[in-house]
């Protein structure tokens, strides 16, 4: 399939006031100098991509904020440059989903480095429900196997399989989501409407048609080598939890797994053959914890366990406890944020946090922000 066949019309965003606010979105992406996690900080400080920039000028010598990073929020010539680039964008037929947008996954907010916009072909609603699969690109006949059954299993069970479209494992975890006729999802190290590799065109389109492709990249970005291991926390972040099927043993693949502990999702690795250079990964992290995949069933029931547990959550905790729970799903996940949701005083969200994680529903970052179980 063709990028123009997919092409949405510019009515998909209705009104001038929304066009003119993915303006301002399109413009904080394309901010290169400022770093995934501070451009979300600043979205939480000034409410909008609009507000930040319509207000920000006013600050001088702002405390946390380079000098390079400083010209760029004030530059005019790159507030310009964005209305072109959302021009190039839409008539692509490329979608812009904002972080402050509804259909924006509320998994991905709660990661301390969420990325502001989300651009994708295909359907935004499959950004939901997600489990990842990673591995080598150098995979085995016995990894490729691994990747297409267990894919295969979880799409049938309505899960969405999440990669990176990369060669091997990534490759064989997308087929095998699409040969169960389920829905997958592909994060690029690139612009949308760059595709890499490039042998990789068709599965491109057939998870187009079937699914989703995502970048945090505006489009025409060429994938360059140091986008892959960030892109690689946006993969875990849609998840709720990673299974990585084949690594050696300092596998770029073992960042995945990295930024998956920090954002608090569960960890499967596939057992494999003691004597294989591309299993010393996976049987190290599962000498070190992680949970040995010995079949699909042992992540369905806990992804089903765990989908339960969310769903009952509410019923031993009262209203107050349940807004602030509600908030952290939504990623609003830092006390000074939910202070100011909930309109509640700093002590009274200090004491409604600590019950929730006494509770289990809740756990706090590295960072100091909070996830739920």
């Known amino acids: 399939m063709s990028i123009a066949g997919c092409a949405q019309s510019r009515s998909f965003y209705k009104g001038e006031n929304q066009m003119n606010d993915l303006v301002y979105w399109v413009w904080l992406s394309m901010l290169s100098r400022i770093s995934p996690q501070l451009k979300v900080s600043l979205i939480r400080r000034f409410g909008s991509a609009y507000h930040l920039w319509s207000n920000f000028k006013n600050e001088h010598n702002p405390s946390g904020i380079s000098q390079g990073a400083y010209q760029d929020l004030t530059s005019e010539e790159l507030r310009k440059q964005s209305g072109q680039m959302l021009k190039r964008t839409l008539d692509l037929g490329i979608g812009v989903l904002p972080f402050d947008d509804k259909d924006y996954p509320p998994l991905l907010k709660q ?6 916009v989300l651009y994708f072909l295909g359907n935004k609603t499959y950004l939901k429900n997600c489990f990842a699969i990673v591995g080598s690109r150098k995979a085995t ?24 479209l990369a060669k091997g494992i990534d490759t064989y975890a997308h087929k095998g989501a699409l040969e169960a006729n389920g829905k997958t999802v592909a994060v690029l190290g690139s612009g949308v409407n760059i595709v890499y590799p490039y042998e990789n065109k068709k599965l491109y389109s057939d998870i187009i048609d079937h699914g989703a492709v995502i970048s945090e990249y ?37 960042i995945t ?30 000498y070190h914890g992680a949970t040995p ?42 006390i000074n944020s939910i202070t100011e949701h909930s309109g509640l005083k700093t002590n009274m969200v200090l004491a409604i946090l600590l019950s929730l994680e006494l509770k289990l529903h809740i756990k706090k970052r590295p960072d100091g922000g909070y996830i739920t179980f």
């Open 111 to 116: 990661i301390p480095d969420p990325p502001v």
């Open 141 to 164: 006949t016995y990894g490729r196997n691994c990747a297409m059954k267990i894919a295969s299993c979880l799409a049938e069970q309505d899960i969405v399989i999440v990669s990176g």
């Open 257 to 286: 797994v990295d930024y998956a502990l920090a954002q608090g999702r569960e960890v499967f690795a596939l057992p494999g053959n003691i004597s294989s250079s591309q299993s010393k990964g996976t049987n190290d992290l599962i």
């Open 218 to 254: 505006p489009p025409d970005t060429n994938p360059l080598p140091y986008f892959f291991p960030l892109r690689n926390r946006i993969v875990s972040g849609l998840s709720k939890g990673i299974l990585v099927i084949e690594a050696g043993e300092k596998s770029g693949t073992l």
């Open 293 to 334: 995949a010995i079949d699909p069933d042992d992540i369905i029931n806990l992804y089903r366990t765990k989908s339960v547990n969310r769903a009952i959550m509410p019923s031993d905790v009262d209203e107050t406890e349940k807004m602030i729970y509600d908030l952290i799903c939504e990623g609003i996940s830092d």
